[in-house]
């Protein structure tokens, strides 16, 4: 069985499609499967900002097929691990997740990169294109961890 992974922002067009992509592109779904959702519902059935498909594209990885969903009890149950982008995200998640062992699954995905130290994935959505390229990087390197840890 591969080990299942959720990547959760608020919205589920912005950060969360682009760490789903850029995890999805590194590692062997034989492995590992990756999927994204929000903790809001404002998008649900939408494609990813195009803000994030051309970061993504320009990286060699297509996002344009994902569809926004919110997530879900359910979730808990699927996913091994599930990495929250900042802490209101964690906060969110938490407040509905059913029990301490689903509660254990969920972590700031840049703790994978800055171990202890709770950084966060800021939110583009405001800002320039710039912003998303950031946030590319930072999702990058956490990948790169994520894929050391379960290939360990
Ligand atoms: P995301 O960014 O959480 O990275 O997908 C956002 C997208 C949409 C909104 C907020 C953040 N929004 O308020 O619609």
Do not use: W
Not at 133 to 147: G, P, Q, T, Y
Request: net charge neutral; charged share 25%.
């Amino acid at each position: 069985m591969p080990i299942r992974v959720l990547m959760v922002c608020l919205g589920n067009i912005c950060r969360s499609p682009l760490a789903e992509g850029i995890l999805q592109n590194k590692i062997d779904p034989k492995i590992c499967r990756v999927d994204s959702a929000g903790t809001a519902n404002y998008h649900v059935g939408e494609a990813p900002d195009k803000r994030s498909i051309v970061t993504a594209k320009k990286h060699g990885i297509d996002i344009s097929s994902q569809r926004c969903r919110q997530i879900q009890t359910s979730d808990f149950e699927t996913f091994d691990f599930i990495y929250v982008m900042d802490k209101n995200n964690y906060k969110n998640v938490l407040a509905i997740a059913p029990n301490e062992r689903a509660k254990s699954k969920v972590q700031l995905i840049l703790n994978e990169s800055n171990p202890g130290q709770n950084l966060e994935v800021p939110d583009p959505y405001y800002g320039e294109l710039n912003g998303f390229e950031e946030v590319f990087k930072m999702l990058d390197d956490a990948c790169n961890h994520i894929v050391q840890k379960i290939n360990s």
